[in-house]
C-alpha cells in the first residue's frame, strides 16, 4: 500500500494534466465544428534549455510556452497556434520532471498509468505499451486513447506519454490531440522527442 501511495504522488497528477488539459469552452469550439483542414509541418526548431530542471530539447519557435514551477512537480507545456481556419483545437504537449523514490521503476510506473487511466478516463484504451530511449537513457512508451469527459461533446483523443527516470526524477513528455488530428503533428512532436536530453 505504500507503495501505491507513492507512485500515486506522480501518476495523479500526470493523469490530472491529460483529462483537464483541454478547457471546456474550447471542447464546445470543437462540437461546433469538427472540420479538419490539411497541415504541413513547415516549423522551425529552436533549442530550450532549463538548468533547473536539467533537460534540453528543440521544438517549434512559434509554439507559445508556458512554465510551472513546484516543488515536486513542475511542467512545461508548448501550444500550437492555429494552422488553417478549420482547426479549432491547437495541438500542443507538455514536458513535466517529478520527483521520485528509490524504488520506482518504469515497469512499475506504467502498470500504474494505465490502472489510473481506466479508472479516470472514459472508454480508455491502451493501443501501445513499449520500451524506447529517450536521449539514450530507457523509456515506455504508452499510447492510449480515450473520449472527453464532456457528456455532450463525445469526442475521442490519442495521448502519447513517454517515461523516463534517471537519479530519483521521473521525466513525462506527453502528447494530447484529437484522434482525428493526432497524426497531423506526430513529426513534430518526434523530432522534440528525439532532440530530448537530460543534461543533470
Avoid: C
Avoid at 114 to 133: A, C, H, P, V, Y
Avoid at 188 to 198: D, K, L
Amino acid at each position: 500500500m505504500r507503495i501505491v501511495s507513492s507512485l500515486a504522488i506522480f501518476v495523479i497528477p500526470l493523469m490530472l494534466s491529460i483529462v483537464l488539459f483541454f478547457p471546456s469552452n474550447m471542447l464546445s469550439a470543437v462540437k461546433a465544428n469538427t472540420s479538419i483542414g490539411s497541415y504541413q509541418n513547415t516549423s522551425n526548431f529552436v533549442s530550450y534549455q532549463d538548468a533547473t530542471l536539467g533537460i534540453k530539447f528543440q521544438y517549434p519557435e512559434d509554439w507559445k510556452k508556458i512554465v510551472h514551477y513546484s516543488a515536486n512537480n513542475s511542467r512545461i507545456e508548448f501550444i500550437s497556434p492555429l494552422q488553417s481556419q478549420f482547426e479549432i483545437f491547437p495541438p500542443s504537449f507538455v514536458v513535466s520532471v517529478s520527483n521520485t523514490t528509490d524504488n520506482l521503476t518504469l515497469d512499475r510506473l506504467s502498470k500504474t498509468v494505465i490502472e489510473k487511466g481506466r479508472q479516470s478516463m472514459m472508454d480508455f484504451n491502451l493501443l501501445q505499451s513499449n520500451i524506447t530511449e529517450v536521449g539514450g537513457i530507457p523509456a515506455q512508451k504508452l499510447i492510449y486513447t480515450f473520449i472527453s469527459s464532456d457528456p455532450s461533446l463525445q469526442l475521442h483523443f490519442q495521448t502519447m506519454d513517454i517515461l523516463t527516470i534517471k537519479t530519483n526524477r521521473l521525466y513525462t513528455i506527453s502528447y494530447t490531440e484529437s484522434r482525428a488530428q493526432y497524426t497531423n503533428y506526430l513529426s513534430t512532436i518526434e523530432h522534440i522527442v528525439h532532440s530530448f536530453e537530460i543534461t543533470k
